[in-house]
């Protein structure tokens, strides 16, 4: 590597900070608004965890490639911030305004390591590769746990969740088995969420 490419990686890094303060449409269980770099790491930490089970058929999944899409995934959002799934209906193409805030934001780096994470980033939108239904499976996961254990809003709408990203887990025995339990909570925090039927007047 040479020095201006060290340079260009420390300059990426640096701008890479910003992710820390794009808030979602999450909170953590103390009542503070969730970041969307908090969402990428335990989502690379759900993938490290399941890592040596993802694997189907006899088939290991490539665990570093799948690391790296937990991490380049939403780095676009550094720039435009996030918008949430249940408002990605109308308006702009959020994937391509999100791809192309990606590419400013690696504007301090080499051709290689652009072209690379710009792949990395495309094969995450079009969930081409095994890796990257995998990495999609468990982003929506991941997004479901935080809703259920997080001080949502009393009008969160948990029922939105059930069916949210529902396809990319059909099939994948261990993740089929595991969107189950996260459902599960759910339909727990919904019936939490659900005031007692009321009592009439004909009742003792």
């Known amino acids: 590597m040479t020095d201006a490419e060290l340079h260009g990686c420390l300059d990426f890094i640096r701008q890479t900070e910003k992710l820390k303060d794009v808030l979602r449409n999450s909170y953590t269980a103390s009542g503070r608004h969730e970041s969307t770099a908090e969402h990428s790491w335990r989502l690379a930490l759900m993938a490290m965890v399941l890592g040596p089970d993802l694997g189907r058929d006899g088939e290991p999944v490539d665990l570093l490639r799948v690391l790296k899409l937990c991490l380049i995934h939403d780095l676009g959002e550094a720039i435009g911030g996030d918008v949430p799934a249940i408002r990605q209906t109308g308006g702009p193409d959020k994937a391509a305004q999100e791809r192309a805030d990606l590419i400013t934001l690696m504007e301090p780096l080499d051709a290689a390591r652009r072209a690379e994470?710009?792949?990395?980033?495309?094969?995450?939108?079009?969930?081409?590769?095994p890796e990257a239904r995998l990495v999609k499976a468990l982003d929506k996961m991941?997004?479901?746990?935080?809703?259920?254990?997080?001080?949502?809003?009393?009008?969160f709408?948990?029922?939105f969740n059930l069916d949210y990203g529902r396809r990319y887990a059909e099939g994948h025995p261990l993740l089929a088995r595991l969107r189950r339990l996260v459902d599960a909570d759910t339909r727990a925090r919904m019936a939490e969420a659900t005031p007692p039927p009321r009592r009439t007047g004909s009742e003792g």
């Open 157 to 159: 709408d948990h029922g």
């Open 142 to 155: 991941e997004t479901i746990i935080q809703h259920n254990q997080g001080a949502t809003a009393p009008d």
């Open 117 to 129: 994470f710009l792949a990395l980033w495309d094969d995450y939108e079009a969930a081409a590769t």
